[in-house]
C-alpha cells in the first residue's frame, strides 16, 4: 500500500507521434458530460485508427467499502455511482439481500417501487438525451427543454422520496415511503404534459435532418457483434436483441404490467438514440398502469439486519441495462462481498469497438449514443 | 418469483455434468434462473468453448473474484448469459473454480467469450488473478501510481474505514 510520487515527466499520453502517419491523442480526462474518463485515440489524419479507453478517473472501491458498511448503511454509497439513476443501482442490492433473509416485499411495495423505478428510467434517459446526445450533437434546444422537463420529475420523486437525486428510497423490505397525499394526481398530469413533449422532442430533434445526418448510419454495431461483446440494456436493443431484465425475469410489479420493448435492427447511433426515446413512450405506459392497478396495504416488511450464510444474485433493468449484483452474507450484519456488474462497464468494450475508421467528429456522437456513465463503470 | 418449471436449469446441469464427469465437481440449481457449477480450474475453456457452442451461452455477465483467506484460495466465479437463445434469456449460470492464494493462474476464456475482457483485467487488478492468454491484462482501475497487492483482497485493510 505505498504510492510512488505522481511522475514528473510528461505522460505518455500528451501527444506524440508514433508512426510516420497516425498521431495518438488523448481526450480527456476532462468531464464529457457523464463523469471524468480518458480515451486514447490513434489518429490517421481525420479517421480513428484505434482507441483505447483509460477508465479510473472515478473509482472509488465501492465493493471495498461495501464490505466495511452494514447492509443498510451501504445503499447510499452504492447508489452514488450513477447519481442520474439511483433507484435501479439501489434496487439491484436489494433484491439478492432479500433473498438472502428470505423478505418479500408486499404488493403495494412493489408498485411504489416500479413506479419510483420507471420515473427514475424517464429521468435518467432525459439526462442522456439532453446532455450525451443533445450537447454532443450540438443541439441545445434539447439540452434546455430535456434538462427542463427533466426538473419536473426530479420534484416529483423528491415529493416521493425526500430527495432529488439520489434517493436512498428502497431498503431490505421495501421502500421507505408510501405515495405522499396528491401524488398520483400530480403524477398524473406530469405524464399527460410529458406525452405532448415527447411530440415535440420527436419534431425537434429525431426527424431533425441535421441530427438524423449525423447520427444515422455512424457506429454500428451489428447485431451478432452486439451478442458477441456482450453490451446490454438500450445498446443491445438497437442492434436488435430483444432482451430485456423486466421480462427476462420479472422483478417488482413487472409481472403484472403490460408493456413493449422496443428494438431496432440498425445498431447505429440514431438507433440507440431512438430506443431511448422509444422507452420513454412505454415508461409512461407503465406509470400509468401502476398508479391504475396499485394494491392498498402495508409497503414494506421489517427486515432483519443480519444476513445469513450464503450467496445470491439479483438483478435489475436500469437505464444503462442489465445491472447484476452478487451479495454473499456471512452471518453478520456486513456483506463478505459485494460484486456489481452494471451497464456501462459491459458496454464500455463497444468503445472501442465502434471507434475504428470512424471521423474524429463521429466520437461525441457515438460516446453519447452509448449513455457511457463513467462513474457507474469505474464504481 | 410465480410459477417455476425448474427443468431449463436442470437440464443445463446435467448436459455439463455428462460431458465433463471429471471436470464438474458440482453442479446445483439454487432457485429458479439461477444454476450454479463448480469446476476444475484447469478445464474452463473446454466448458466454456461447450456452453458457448452447444447450449447457447453467448456472453459473460461480468467475472468475480472473492477472497477467502482463512482456505488459502481465490474463488473465481463467471457470470454466463445467453442472447441468441430466447428461451434461456433468464437464466445465470455462475461458473465457479478455486484457486491457490498465492499466484493464482487460469485461463483466460477472451478468445471464446469476448465479452470477459475488461472483467478479467478488473479481476487481475483486484484479486491478482493471472488470466494466461488475455490479449491485453493491464490495470484498468487503480491510479497509475499505486503500488502495492491486490485492493481486493481481504488482507488489505482500510481501517479508516471502520472494523471489518
Same mark, same amino acid.
Given at each position: 500500500?505505498?504510492?510512488?510520487?505522481?511522475?514528473?515527466?510528461?505522460?505518455?499520453?500528451?501527444?506524440?507521434?508514433?508512426?510516420?502517419?497516425?498521431?495518438?491523442?488523448?481526450?480527456?480526462?476532462?468531464?464529457?458530460?457523464?463523469?471524468?474518463?480518458?480515451?486514447?485515440?490513434?489518429?490517421?489524419?481525420?479517421?480513428?485508427?484505434?482507441?483505447?479507453?483509460?477508465?479510473?478517473?472515478?473509482?472509488?472501491?465501492?465493493?471495498?467499502?461495501?464490505?466495511?458498511?452494514?447492509?443498510?448503511?451501504?445503499?447510499?454509497?452504492?447508489?452514488?455511482?450513477?447519481?442520474?439513476?439511483?433507484?435501479?443501482?439501489?434496487?439491484?442490492?436489494?433484491?439478492?439481500?432479500?433473498?438472502?433473509?428470505?423478505?418479500?416485499?408486499?404488493?403495494?411495495?412493489?408498485?411504489?417501487?416500479?413506479?419510483?423505478?420507471?420515473?427514475?428510467?424517464?429521468?435518467?434517459?432525459?439526462?442522456?438525451?439532453?446532455?450525451?446526445?443533445?450537447?454532443?450533437?450540438?443541439?441545445?434546444?434539447?439540452?434546455?427543454?430535456?434538462?427542463?422537463?427533466?426538473?419536473?420529475?426530479?420534484?416529483?420523486?423528491?415529493?416521493?422520496?425526500? &430527495?432529488?437525486?439520489?434517493?436512498?428510497?428502497?431498503?431490505?423490505?421495501?421502500?421507505?415511503?408510501?405515495?405522499?397525499?396528491?401524488?398520483?394526481?400530480?403524477?398524473?398530469?406530469?405524464?399527460?404534459?410529458?406525452?405532448?413533449?415527447?411530440?415535440?422532442?420527436?419534431?425537434?430533434?429525431?426527424?431533425?435532418?441535421?441530427?438524423?445526418?449525423?447520427?444515422?448510419?455512424?457506429? *454500428?454495431?451489428?447485431?451478432?457483434?452486439?451478442?458477441?461483446?456482450?453490451?446490454?440494456?438500450?445498446?443491445?436493443?438497437?442492434?436488435?436483441?430483444?432482451?430485456?431484465?423486466?421480462?427476462?425475469?420479472?422483478?417488482?410489479?413487472?409481472?403484472?404490467?403490460?408493456?413493449?420493448?422496443?428494438?431496432?435492427?440498425?445498431?447505429?447511433?440514431?438507433?440507440?438514440?431512438?430506443?431511448?426515446?422509444?422507452?420513454?413512450?412505454?415508461?409512461?405506459?407503465?406509470?400509468?398502469?401502476?398508479?391504475?392497478?396499485?394494491?392498498?396495504?402495508?409497503?414494506?416488511?421489517?427486515?432483519?439486519?443480519? &444476513?445469513?450464510?450464503?450467496?445470491?444474485?439479483?438483478?435489475?433493468?436500469?437505464?444503462?441495462?442489465?445491472?447484476?449484483?452478487?451479495?454473499?452474507?456471512?452471518?453478520?450484519?456486513?456483506?463478505?462481498? *459485494?460484486?456489481?456488474?452494471?451497464?456501462?462497464?459491459?458496454?464500455?468494450?463497444?468503445?472501442?469497438?465502434?471507434?475504428?475508421?470512424?471521423?474524429?467528429?463521429?466520437?461525441?456522437?457515438?460516446?453519447?449514443?452509448?449513455?457511457?456513465?463513467?462513474?457507474?463503470?469505474?464504481? | 418469483?410465480?410459477?417455476?418449471?425448474?427443468?431449463?436449469?436442470?437440464?443445463?446441469?446435467?448436459?455439463?455434468?455428462?460431458?465433463?464427469?471429471?471436470?464438474?465437481?458440482?453442479?446445483?440449481?439454487?432457485?429458479?434462473?439461477?444454476?450454479?457449477?463448480?469446476?476444475?480450474?484447469?478445464?474452463?475453456?473446454?466448458?466454456?468453448?461447450?456452453?458457448?457452442?452447444?447450449?447457447?451461452?453467448?456472453?459473460?455477465?461480468?467475472?468475480?473474484?472473492?477472497?477467502?483467506?482463512?482456505?488459502?484460495?481465490?474463488?473465481?466465479?463467471?457470470?454466463?448469459?445467453?442472447?441468441?437463445?430466447?428461451?434461456?434469456?433468464?437464466?445465470?449460470?455462475?461458473?465457479?473454480?478455486?484457486?491457490?492464494?498465492?499466484?493464482?493462474?487460469?485461463?483466460?476464456?477472451?478468445?471464446?467469450?469476448?465479452?470477459?475482457?475488461?472483467?478479467?483485467?478488473?479481476?487481475?487488478?483486484?484479486?491478482?488473478?493471472?488470466?494466461?492468454?488475455?490479449?491485453?491484462?493491464?490495470?484498468?482501475?487503480?491510479?497509475?501510481?499505486?503500488?502495492?497487492?491486490?485492493?481486493?483482497?481481504?488482507?488489505?485493510?482500510?481501517?479508516?474505514?471502520?472494523?471489518?
Amino acid at each position: 500500500m505505498t504510492a510512488k510520487p505522481i511522475q514528473t515527466e510528461p505522460p505518455v499520453t500528451a501527444t506524440r507521434i508514433t508512426e510516420p502517419s497516425t498521431l495518438d491523442v488523448s481526450v480527456g480526462p476532462q468531464h464529457p458530460g457523464s463523469g471524468h474518463c480518458r480515451i486514447l485515440i490513434r489518429v490517421d489524419g481525420d479517421y480513428i485508427v484505434s482507441a483505447d479507453p483509460d477508465i479510473g478517473y472515478v473509482h472509488r472501491g465501492c465493493e471495498k467499502i461495501a464490505e466495511y458498511r452494514n447492509y443498510v448503511s451501504n445503499i447510499p454509497h452504492l447508489e452514488r455511482p450513477n447519481i442520474s439513476d439511483a433507484i435501479h443501482l439501489n434496487w439491484g442490492y436489494v433484491l439478492p439481500i432479500e433473498e438472502l433473509q428470505g423478505v418479500v416485499v408486499p404488493p403495494r411495495g412493489k408498485y411504489i417501487s416500479t413506479i419510483a423505478a420507471e420515473m427514475n428510467r424517464i429521468m435518467s434517459h432525459l439526462y442522456g438525451l439532453a446532455i450525451m446526445q443533445g450537447v454532443f450533437s450540438g443541439h441545445t434546444t434539447i439540452f434546455m427543454w430535456g434538462f427542463g422537463d427533466r426538473d419536473l420529475f426530479i420534484e416529483l420523486a423528491e415529493m416521493l422520496t425526500g &430527495a432529488r437525486m439520489t434517493y436512498s428510497f428502497l431498503a431490505p423490505g421495501g421502500p421507505r415511503r408510501d405515495l405522499p397525499f396528491g401524488f398520483e394526481d400530480r403524477l398524473s398530469r406530469l405524464l399527460d404534459y410529458f406525452e405532448k413533449r415527447l411530440v415535440e422532442y420527436d419534431r425537434i430533434f429525431f426527424s431533425n435532418p441535421l441530427i438524423v445526418a449525423r447520427a444515422k448510419g455512424v457506429g *454500428v454495431l451489428k447485431r451478432e457483434d452486439a451478442v458477441k461483446l456482450g453490451v446490454v440494456g438500450p445498446v443491445l436493443r438497437a442492434s436488435g436483441v430483444k432482451y430485456d431484465v423486466r421480462k427476462a425475469e420479472p422483478y417488482g410489479a413487472y409481472d403484472d404490467l403490460e408493456f413493449e420493448i422496443p428494438t431496432f435492427e440498425e445498431g447505429d447511433s440514431y438507433s440507440r438514440y431512438l430506443v431511448r426515446f422509444e422507452e420513454m413512450k412505454q415508461s409512461v405506459s407503465i406509470i400509468r398502469q401502476a398508479l391504475r392497478k396499485i394494491p392498498k396495504g402495508p409497503i414494506a416488511r421489517k427486515a432483519p439486519l443480519i &444476513a445469513p450464510e450464503g450467496e445470491a444474485t439479483g438483478r435489475v433493468e436500469s437505464s444503462r441495462g442489465e445491472i447484476t449484483y452478487v451479495v454473499m452474507g456471512d452471518n453478520s450484519d456486513k456483506p463478505y462481498r *459485494v460484486k456489481i456488474m452494471n451497464g456501462s462497464f459491459r458496454n464500455l468494450i463497444a468503445l472501442p469497438f465502434l471507434l475504428r475508421n470512424v471521423h474524429v467528429a463521429d466520437m461525441p456522437i457515438i460516446y453519447g449514443s452509448l449513455d457511457y456513465w463513467p462513474v457507474e463503470a469505474d464504481r | 418469483m410465480g410459477q417455476v418449471n425448474l427443468s431449463r436449469e436442470e437440464l443445463v446441469v446435467n448436459q455439463l455434468k455428462s460431458r465433463f464427469p471429471d471436470v464438474v465437481k458440482e453442479g446445483k440449481v439454487d432457485r429458479a434462473h439461477r444454476v450454479t457449477i463448480t469446476f476444475e480450474k484447469d478445464h474452463v475453456k473446454e466448458i466454456a468453448q461447450f456452453m458457448r457452442d452447444d447450449q447457447g451461452f453467448d456472453h459473460v455477465k461480468g467475472v468475480a473474484g472473492v477472497d477467502f483467506p482463512t482456505h488459502k484460495k481465490i474463488e473465481v466465479m463467471y457470470f454466463v448469459g445467453s442472447y441468441s437463445k430466447p428461451d434461456i434469456h433468464d437464466l445465470i449460470v455462475i461458473l465457479k473454480t478455486d484457486l491457490p492464494r498465492e499466484n493464482p493462474t487460469i485461463a483466460s476464456v477472451v478468445s471464446i467469450w469476448q465479452s470477459a475482457h475488461f472483467h478479467e483485467r478488473e479481476t487481475f487488478e483486484m484479486f491478482g488473478v493471472k488470466f494466461e492468454g488475455h490479449p491485453d491484462l493491464r490495470k484498468l482501475l487503480t491510479l497509475d501510481n499505486w503500488e502495492g497487492p491486490p485492493p481486493m483482497l481481504k488482507d488489505i485493510k482500510f481501517p479508516e474505514m471502520g472494523q471489518r
